[in-house]
């Protein structure tokens, strides 16, 4: 079962921005698609973004513009680069493989520590 590490998490002023990574325990070539997750306080997990073994991304509706997710195949990591953050996308952050091209679809890796991204001024 691949493994990710989740970093790059911080606090950071409205309007302000940050790149998490996610580091994988395999080759992400082998992985059809990885998302990111987040979680906020009194809320479900929601899909973020994600992104295909071929470079197809899908973006929720309330980060597209903002964020950007890519990939690092040489050094097995995806990263969102998240711009012009908002005090809404204070969340615990997560990423996961899954197989299915829904968004809502099962996860096939096991969920990590995640990283904490705060947005406040």
């Known amino acids: 079962q691949v493994q990710f590490v989740e970093s790059g998490g911080g606090l950071v002023q409205p309007g302000g921005s940050l790149r998490l990574s996610c580091a994988a325990s395999?080759?992400?070539?082998?992985?059809?698609?990885i998302a990111w997750y987040r979680q906020a306080p009194g809320k479900q997990r929601s899909h973020v973004a994600s992104?295909?073994?071929?470079?197809?991304?899908d973006y929720a509706d309330s980060v597209k513009g903002r964020f950007t997710i890519s990939r690092d195949g040489a050094k097995n990591t995806i990263y969102p680069q998240m711009n012009n953050l908002e005090a809404e996308d204070t969340a615990i952050y997560y990423c996961?493989?899954?197989?299915?091209?829904?968004?809502?679809?099962?996860?096939?890796?096991?969920w990590g520590q995640g990283t904490q991204v705060t947005v406040s001024s």
């Open positions: 992104i295909t073994s071929f470079g197809i991304t």
């Open positions: 395999e080759t992400i070539s082998s992985i059809y698609i």
């Open positions: 996961n493989a899954r197989y299915g091209v829904r968004r809502g679809s099962t996860v096939t890796g096991s």
